[in-house]
């Protein structure tokens, strides 16, 4: 089975640029989660979505970042413009909610972001 | 405010000892706790987890200790080896899991041969 996949592994931007990030999520998984995690810190959480609907975001920096999930499969995160304090790895992971058990989240490799 | 502390921030432990991370919460909603392992340019994956009616689980090495009184939780890994060195992560979650996971910042571990 596939892990949940992201791309780009890496990106190196000026400050004040544009930059966009993308997570396919396990087959199957209905939950996607977008955390930040700054260096020698746990994962911070972002934004969830169940499906397409995003029903946690509260943590999202809206005057920059901005997230989308159109057909409940893949996701994009973008930031703009990039500040040299978003630099960080973002990571996607996903999960089955409303299945049994615990909502145990998969995580992806991450995009490690410099801003200069 | 960081609502799971974590200790300590890095250990050196020799290979077949005993690495200890403790972690503490405030918030009494929580209610599953689990533990993710984390190696460089991965991301985290799930270790084990407990929920707070027992005190003590353990999975082959790795054994999670609960102190619901206290409100306090420690990962034990036992005989540890040098494939064990990585950065874990303690997480607490209300609603049995299914709500936000809270991190605590992560303890690096350096098992030496």
């Known amino acids: 089975e596939a892990g949940v996949v992201q791309s780009p592994r890496y990106k190196i931007i000026e400050k004040k640029q544009p930059v966009a990030f993308w997570c396919n999520p396990i087959?199957?998984?209905?939950?996607l989660y977008w955390y930040l995690q700054n260096l020698g810190q746990g994962p911070e959480l972002l934004i969830r979505?169940?499906?397409?609907?995003?029903?946690?975001d509260s943590q999202l920096p809206k005057d920059r970042f901005s997230a989308e999930r159109l057909k409940g499969v893949d996701s994009t995160l973008k930031i703009q413009p990039a500040e040299l304090g978003d630099s960080a790895v973002y990571l996607c992971a996903s999960s089955v909610t409303g299945g049994a058990g615990t909502d145990t989240q998969y995580f992806g490799p991450g995009t490690r972001l410099t801003v200069l | 405010q960081q609502q799971v502390k974590q200790s300590p921030q890095s250990l050196i432990v020799q290979k077949g000892g005993i690495s200890i991370i403790n972690c503490a919460y405030e918030n009494t909603a929580f209610d599953y706790f689990p533990w993710y392992q984390q190696f460089p340019g991965k991301g985290p994956a799930l270790l084990i987890a407990?929920?707070?009616?027992?005190s003590e689980k353990k999975e082959g090495r790795f054994t999670i200790s609960f102190n619901k009184s206290a409100k306090q939780f420690s990962l034990h890994i036992m005989d540890s080896q040098p494939g064990d060195s990585a950065t874990y992560f303690c997480?607490?979650?209300?609603?049995?899991?299914?709500?936000?996971?809270?991190f605590g910042a992560g303890t690096q571990v350096v098992v030496t041969p």
């Open positions: 979505y169940e499906n397409e609907e995003a029903v946690d």
């Open positions: 087959s199957g998984h209905n939950t």
């Open positions: 407990i929920r707070p009616d027992v």
């Open positions: 997480a607490a979650s209300p609603r049995g899991g299914w709500g936000k996971l809270q």
